[in-house]
C-alpha cells in the first residue's frame, strides 16, 4: 500500500484545513487508517484513527471535538477535518495504514505498517 498525504498549508489560528490521506496499490478495505503527527522536538503523537470496515473512530483528548476523521470509500481517501486550529497543532501530519489493529492499541504507531511522507500544518497565532 501506498499512502500520499496532502492537503496541509498555513491557516490562522481559530482557522480550519482539511488534509487528505490517498491510498494506492489496494484499497484500504480491512485497514485501519490512522494521523499521527510529530512537531519539531517532539515525539509523533497520535491523532486520529478509522477502521475502513465499519467506520469506528478514535481521537486523541486534544483534538476531540475539533478534528473529524472520514473516509471515502470510492475514492479510497480518508480526511482529516481540522477545525478551531490552535498554534499547538503545528506539525507534520502523517497517515498510516494498519492491517490488524484492535482498539486498545489503535494509538500505537508501531502497529501501522504503512506511512505516506507527511504534509506540513502551521497554525499562526
Known amino acids: 500500500v501506498q499512502l500520499q498525504a496532502s492537503g496541509g498549508g498555513l491557516v490562522q489560528a481559530g482557522g480550519s484545513l482539511r488534509v487528505s490521506c490517498a491510498a494506492s496499490?489496494?484499497?484500504?478495505?480491512?485497514?485501519?487508517v490512522g494521523w499521527f503527527r510529530q512537531a519539531p522536538g517532539k515525539e509523533r503523537e497520535f491523532v486520529a484513527a478509522?477502521?475502513?470496515?465499519?467506520?469506528?473512530?478514535y481521537y486523541a483528548d486534544s483534538v476531540k471535538g475539533r478534528f473529524t476523521i472520514s473516509r471515502d470509500n470510492a475514492k479510497n481517501t480518508v480526511y482529516l477535518q481540522m477545525n478551531s486550529l490552535k498554534p499547538e497543532d503545528t506539525a507534520v501530519y502523517y497517515c498510516?495504514?494498519?492491517?490488524?489493529?484492535?482498539?486498545?492499541?489503535?494509538?500505537?504507531?508501531?502497529?501501522?505498517?504503512?506511512w505516506g511522507q507527511g504534509t506540513q500544518v502551521t497554525v499562526s497565532s
Open positions: 498510516a495504514a494498519a492491517p490488524r489493529v484492535i482498539a486498545s492499541t489503535v494509538t500505537m504507531s508501531r502497529q501501522y505498517d504503512y
Open positions: 496499490g489496494r484499497t484500504f478495505s480491512g485497514y485501519a
Open positions: 478509522i477502521r475502513w470496515s465499519g467506520g469506528s473512530t
